[in-house]
């Protein structure tokens, strides 16, 4: 079994900065490509970015150029660093982890590609 931990979250205003952090931990287990979701009340779980096995990123749209995905210190772990952020940026993040490798790339940011996922961490963003 593996365990999804985010942390990082909390409150910004308009404009600033929050780094969110997830780590996997278990027993025996080995993960492929990590990403993060983000998910508001009565919306769908969307995703935001993603860090593939072999190095490459996807964003969506609306969080490029603000946005960076990284792989943490440790070897399942995954990084957020969001700045200039917006109002419509608040919502629950997840971290989801094992994304297999052969997907395209149209499907690396849908939230049925990953097996597992994490507990989710707020990020509120108001002045």
């Known amino acids: 079994q593996v365990q999804l931990v985010e942390s990082g979250g909390g409150s910004a205003q308009p404009g600033g900065s929050l780094t969110l952090s997830c780590v996997a931990s278990?027993?025996?287990?080995?993960?492929?490509?990590m990403g993060w979701f983000r998910q508001v009340p009565g919306k769908e779980r969307e995703g935001v970015a993603s860090l593939d096995v072999d190095g490459d990123t996807i964003y969506a749209d609306s969080v490029k150029g603000r946005f960076t995905v990284s792989q943490g210190n440790a070897r399942y772990s995954l990084n957020l660093q969001m700045n200039d952020l917006k109002p419509e940026d608040a919502a629950v993040y997840y971290c989801?982890?094992?994304?297999?490798?052969?997907?395209?790339?149209?499907?690396?940011?849908?939230?049925?590609?990953?097996?597992?996922w994490g507990q989710g961490t707020q990020v509120t963003v108001s002045s």
């Open positions: 989801a982890a094992d994304r297999p490798p052969g997907l395209p790339r149209s499907r690396w940011l849908l939230p049925s590609s990953f097996h597992y």
């Open positions: 278990g027993n025996n287990y080995r993960l492929y490509s």
